[in-house]
C-alpha cells in the first residue's frame, strides 16, 4: 500500500506560521475502495462536473481523491424519511456521497461510522451537498473510529435562494480525526447552521477548518462549537465567516465553548471574519477554561465524584449538539449513542 | 430614491505632508550589501561586537525568505532604498540649535510646543540621526537616563545596551528583524530607576524626510521594579511617489511591579513600508499598557506583543487602525502568559473607507505553566462602505485547564436604528453619523494625554455630509 501526504483544512488568509494553524498535513493511503455503497442504499453516478463543490478540507483532498478514483455517488432520497447511512470500518476506505434536496423538499440524512478496535486504517468521507430553492437538508453526523482508525470527515454544500443546511456533528472516540465543512450561501436568504459537539482524550486529536461563505443578500450563518478536552488532547478550530461583497443585510456568527479538563491539553481556536461588504453583522465569541469550581463542588456535595461530575460535563458537551439535530429519528439514534459511550464509563 | 454613503474626509495630511531640501544630507549609497553595512558601521564608529552583529543580521536577512502571509510587499525592492540619511545637523538640546528648516517641520508638527507644556523630555528623530534631545532637569535629576541610543552604545550604560540589545525581538524571529539588525540608526535609551515615577511622559518623534530612504531606529526602555513611565511615539513623512520603509525595533523590559504605557500615533504617507516591531517582557506584578493608533502608511505590519513572564503580571492593548485608499494596514497584537495569575485584555478597532483594507490580527497563547490566566479580546471592525475589506484573524492557543479566556469579535457598518434614535431628539443625520464614527474611536483617544487625542482626533477628522435618501 503506498500514502501521499497532503495538507488540507488550510486558512484562508494563513496567519503566523509558528502558531502552527494554517493547515495541516494528513498521510492518505492511495487505492482505498468505496465503503460506505454496502448499505442497501438506492445510488446512482453523479457526474463529477454537477458536483464540483468547493469543501472544507480543500482542493488537495478533492484532487486526491480524484487521483485515487474515488468517483462521486448519488443518494437517491424520498423526501422527509430519514436516509441512514451505518458504517463500521474494516479497511481503508474513501467515499464521496451527494445528496440534492429539490425545491422545497426536506431531506434527512444521518451518518454514523465507526470501527473496530483493531482496525488499523484510514477512511475518508466526503459528503457533498445541494439545497434547491426552498429546500432543507438535515444532517446529522456521528464520527465515533476505534483507536487505529483514523479518520477525514469533509463537507461541503450549496444553498440556494431561501434554502437552508443545518448540520450537526459529534465528534468522539478514535484517533486523529480532521473535519472540514464548507456552505455556500449562494442564494438570497440562504442559511446554514453548523452544531459540533466533541470530546477528546487520551491523546486524539481533532483538526477542523468550517466555513460559512455569504454569497447573496440576507444570507446566515451561524456556527457552534462545544467541547471538552483532557489528557493530552489537541483540538484546532478553523472557523471562518466570509461576508463577500454584494451580500448586504447578511448575518454571520460564531461561538465555541470550550471545557479544559487539565492541563496536557492543546486547545486552538482560529475564529476569522472575512468582510467586503458594509451593511453586515459578523460576530464571534469563545469561552474556553475549566468548569466553574461552583458546579464541580455542587455535583460532588450530592455524592458524584469528580470524575464522574467530569463525565457529565463531557457528555452534556455531546448533547448540546445532538439536540440541536431536527429529525426526531436520527436525534434519538445519536443521543442514543452518546447516552450508551457514558453507560459503559 | 438616491442614497448618498456617509463620507469620512480623509486624514487631513497637510501638516505632514512638507518636504525639506535635503541637498546637504549625507546618503549611503541605494541597496543592501556588505560594503554598505560596514560603511555604516564606521559611520556610525560602531564598537567591534556591534560591527560583527550588524554583519551576522545581514547574513540572516539574505538567508530568510518573505513572510508568506499578510499584505503584498512586492512593491518594496531593497535596492531601491537607501539604508542610511544623516541630516545636515548635529544633535542639539536646544532647539535653537536646530537647523531652520528642521526645527520648523517640528514647529508644524507641534513637538517644541508639546515638549514646553506636557512632556518631560523629547528626542526628534530626522530620517537616520537625532537632531534634538533633551529631558527636564528634575527628571534628570531622579536618575532617570534618556538619550539617543548611539550614546548609550558607548556611555556609562553600554554593557546593560549590550545586555539588552536585540534579546527580545531577535534577527532570527523574522527577515525585518535581521533587516533592522543590519542598519538600525537613531532611536532612544530610557532607564528608570527603581521606585522612580516618571509623573509627565517623554516622548520620540520619528520624521522621515529623504525620498526613498528607510528609518531604522531602536528604541530601548528599562523600567526598573516599582518604576513608572508613559513613554509616547509618534511617526510621519510627506509623501513620495516611490516606497520608503520604516523598520523600528521597540524593546521594552518591565521590572516587578513597575508599569510602563507606550503610546504610539503613527501617521506614516502612503507610500511607506511600515515593517515594525515591538516586544516587552513583563517581571511580576509589571504592568505593559499599550495604546496603538494606525493611520497612515502603504502597508503596515505591526503587532506589539507581550510576554507577561512574571507572576501576576498584567496586560492592556487599546489599538485603532484608520485603513482608506491605498492601504493595507495589517494591525494587532500578540501575548503570552507565562507567569501564574496573568491577565490581559485587549481592545482593537479598525476604520475601513474608500477602498482600504484593514486586518486585525492577534495571538493569545497560554502556556501551560500560566495557571489562573484570564484574557479577554474585543475586535471591532466598522465598514463605511462596500469598497473597502475588513479581516479579522485571530488566534488562541490554551494549554492549560486553570485559564479563562474569552474572544468576541464584530463587524458591521452604522446603525440605521441608531441615527434614527438621534435624530429623533433632533441631531441632524452628518451630526449623528459624525458622532457614531467618533464614539466609535473614543476609547483610544481617552488614554491618550490631551494633546495627542487633539492630534488623533485631528487625523481623524470626521466629516459627515450627505442623506439617506
Not at chain 1, 440534492?100 to 473496530?116: C, F, P, R
Not at chain 2, 544630507?25 to 556591534?50: H, N, V
Not at chain 2, 511600515?274 to 499599550?290: A, F, Q
Not at chain 2, 475589506?389 to 474569552?406: E, F, N
Amino acid at each position: 500500500m503506498t500514502a501521499e501526504k497532503i495538507k488540507i483544512n488550510s486558512l484562508v488568509p494563513p496567519t503566523w506560521n509558528r502558531l502552527k494553524v494554517n493547515d495541516i498535513t494528513v498521510e492518505l493511503p492511495t487505492g482505498s475502495a468505496a465503503g460506505m455503497t454496502d448499505q442497501g442504499l438506492k445510488t446512482s453516478e453523479a457526474k463529477p462536473a454537477d458536483w464540483q463543490i468547493d469543501t472544507g478540507c480543500g482542493t488537495e483532498l478533492s484532487t486526491f481523491l480524484e487521483k485515487n478514483g474515488t468517483k462521486p455517488v448519488l443518494v437517491a432520497n424520498d423526501g422527509d424519511n430519514l436516509v441512514s447511512i451505518k458504517k463500521t470500518y474494516t479497511e481503508n476506505a474513501a467515499d464521496i456521497i451527494c445528496f440534492e434536496a429539490k425545491e422545497g423538499q426536506t431531506v434527512n440524512i444521518l451518518t454514523d461510522v465507526t470501527s473496530d478496535e483493531n482496525t488499523e486504517g484510514t477512511a475518508v468521507l466526503q459528503v457533498l451537498l445541494k439545497a434547491e430553492k426552498g429546500a432543507k437538508i438535515n444532517l446529522a453526523q456521528v464520527v465515533r473510529p476505534g483507536k487505529g482508525m483514523k479518520v477525514v470527515n469533509d463537507i461541503g454544500s450549496q444553498a440556494a435562494e431561501g434554502a437552508q443546511i443545518n448540520i450537526v456533528q459529534v465528534f468522539m472516540d478514535g484517533s486523529d480525526i480532521s473535519a472540514g465543512c464548507r456552505t455556500a450561501l449562494k442564494g438570497e436568504e440562504a442559511a446554514t447552521e453548523n452544531h459540533v459537539g466533541l470530546v477528546r482524550t487520551n491523546g486524539q486529536t481533532l483538526d477542523m477548518n468550517y466555513v460559512a461563505k455569504h454569497l447573496a443578500k440576507t444570507t446566515k450563518a451561524d456556527i457552534n462549537v462545544t467541547g471538552a478536552l483532557s489528557k493530552n488532547a489537541q483540538k484546532t478550530f478553523r472557523g471562518t465567516i466570509d461576508f463577500v461583497k454584494g451580500c448586504t443585510g447578511s448575518d454571520g456568527k460564531e461561538s465555541e465553548n470550550m471545557l479544559l479538563l487539565d492541563d496536557t491539553i492543546v486547545n486552538k481556536t482560529v475564529p476569522l471574519i472575512l468582510c467586503t461588504e458594509e451593511t453586515v453583522a459578523g460576530s464571534h465569541g469563545a469561552t474556553i477554561g475549566k468548569p466553574a469550581e461552583d458546579i464541580l463542588f455542587y455535583m460532588t456535595s450530592r455524592g458524584i465524584t469528580r470524575e464522574r461530575a467530569v463525565e457529565i460535563l463531557e457528555r452534556a458537551s455531546l448533547e448540546a449538539a445532538a439536540n440541536k439535530i431536527e429529525n426526531a429519528e436520527a436525534k434519538e439514534y445519536v443521543l442514543g449513542i452518546i447516552a450508551g459511550k457514558y453507560a459503559d464509563e | 430614491m438616491s442614497e448618498e454613503k456617509t463620507y469620512v474626509e480623509d486624514v487631513n495630511r497637510t501638516i505632514y505632508d512638507v518636504i525639506d531640501d535635503d541637498k546637504d544630507s549625507f546618503k549611503l549609497e541605494q541597496g543592501l550589501t556588505e560594503d554598505i553595512i560596514l560603511q555604516l558601521s564606521e559611520e556610525k564608529k560602531d564598537p567591534e561586537w556591534m560591527r560583527d552583529f550588524r554583519l551576522k543580521c545581514l547574513k540572516m536577512y539574505n538567508e530568510m525568505t518573505f513572510p508568506q502571509w499578510g499584505p503584498g510587499i512586492e512593491g518594496l525592492d531593497m535596492n531601491r532604498i537607501y539604508t542610511y540619511v544623516r541630516p545636515n545637523a548635529r544633535m542639539a538640546n536646544s532647539w535653537d540649535d536646530v537647523p531652520e528648516d528642521i526645527k520648523n517641520t517640528f514647529e508644524r508638527l507641534g513637538i517644541p510646543q508639546a515638549e514646553r507644556t506636557s512632556l518631560a523630555g523629547v528626542g526628534a528623530q530626522y530620517d537616520s540621526e537625532l537632531v534634538y534631545h533633551n529631558m527636564q532637569k528634575e527628571v534628570e535629576e531622579q536618575g532617570v537616563i534618556y538619550t539617543d541610543f548611539e550614546s548609550a552604545l558607548k556611555g556609562d550604560y553600554a554593557d546593560l545596551v549590550r545586555e539588552k540589545f536585540m534579546t527580545l525581538l531577535t534577527p532570527n524571529d523574522h527577515k525585518y528583524n535581521a533587516l533592522h539588525g543590519a542598519v538600525w540608526s537613531g532611536g532612544s535609551f530610557v532607564y528608570v530607576p527603581k521606585g522612580v515615577k516618571v509623573s509627565v511622559p517623554l516622548q520620540s518623534y520619528f520624521r522621515f524626510n529623504a525620498k526613498g530612504a528607510g528609518q531604522f531606529e531602536h528604541t530601548l526602555i528599562i523600567v526598573e521594579e516599582g518604576a513608572d513611565l508613559h513613554f509616547i511615539e509618534g511617526c510621519s513623512a510627506p509623501k513620495y511617489n516611490v516606497a520608503n520603509l520604516h523598520t523600528g525595533a521597540v524593546e521594552l523590559f518591565v521590572g516587578k511591579n513597575a508599569r510602563l504605557r507606550y503610546s504610539t500615533i503613527e501617521s506614516w504617507s502612503k507610500n511607506m513600508y511600515n515593517l515594525n516591531s515591538k516586544r516587552s517582557i513583563v517581571e511580576e506584578g509589571g504592568r505593559m499598557e499599550w495604546v496603538s493608533g494606525s493611520f497612515g502608511s502603504h502597508i503596515s505590519y505591526l503587532y506589539p506583543s507581550t510576554i507577561l513572564k512574571g507572576d501576576n503580571s498584567t496586560m492592556e492593548y487599546t489599538g485603532i487602525a484608520f485603513g482608506s485608499t491605498g492601504q493595507d494596514l495589517d494591525t494587532g497584537m500578540k501575548v503570552i502568559h507565562i507567569g501564574k495569575n496573568t491577565s490581559s485584555v485587549v481592545n482593537t478597532k479598525s476604520i475601513s473607507k474608500n477602498g482600504g483594507c484593514n486586518t486585525t490580527r492577534t495571538s493569545v497563547q497560554v502556556m501551560p505553566q500560566a495557571k489562573g490566566a484570564k484574557s479577554v479580546v474585543s475586535c471591532e471592525s466598522l465598514m463605511l462602505d462596500s469598497e473597502s475589506r475588513s479581516d479579522t484573524i485571530p488566534v488562541m492557543d490554551i494549554r492549560t485547564d486553570d485559564a479563562d479566556v474569552g474572544h468576541e469579535a464584530t463587524i458591521g457598518s452604522i446603525s440605521d436604528e441608531a441615527v434614527f434614535y438621534m435624530m429623533s431628539r433632533g441631531m441632524s443625520e452628518e451630526d449623528a453619523r459624525a458622532l457614531i464614527v467618533s464614539g466609535f474611536a473614543d476609547n483610544v483617544s481617552r488614554e491618550l494625554p490631551m494633546e495627542y487625542a487633539a492630534e488623533m482626533n485631528n487625523l481623524i477628522r470626521l466629516e459627515m455630509k450627505g442623506t439617506i435618501g
